[in-house]
């Protein structure tokens, strides 16, 4: 019981200082949207290039 309360204190001392700086969370969310913003541009240019070939193939 003590030893569940001190790790809930520890835990509510560490938050509050992450929460007032830009925490390593916001840097992680961040790079992950611009990770998913570019794998997607990536696979609608690769989409786009599929299209293009198949639509030649049924052309000739």
């Known amino acids: 019981m003590s030893i569940h309360t001190a790790a809930a204190l520890d835990v509510g001392n560490r938050f509050p200082t992450e929460m007032q700086s830009i925490s390593f969370w916001d ?34």
């Open 27 to 60: 840097i992680s969310t961040i790079a992950v949207i611009l990770l998913a913003f570019v794998l997607i541009r990536i696979f609608i240019n690769f989409a786009q290039q599929l299209h293009r070939k198949w639509s030649r193939f049924e052309l000739r």
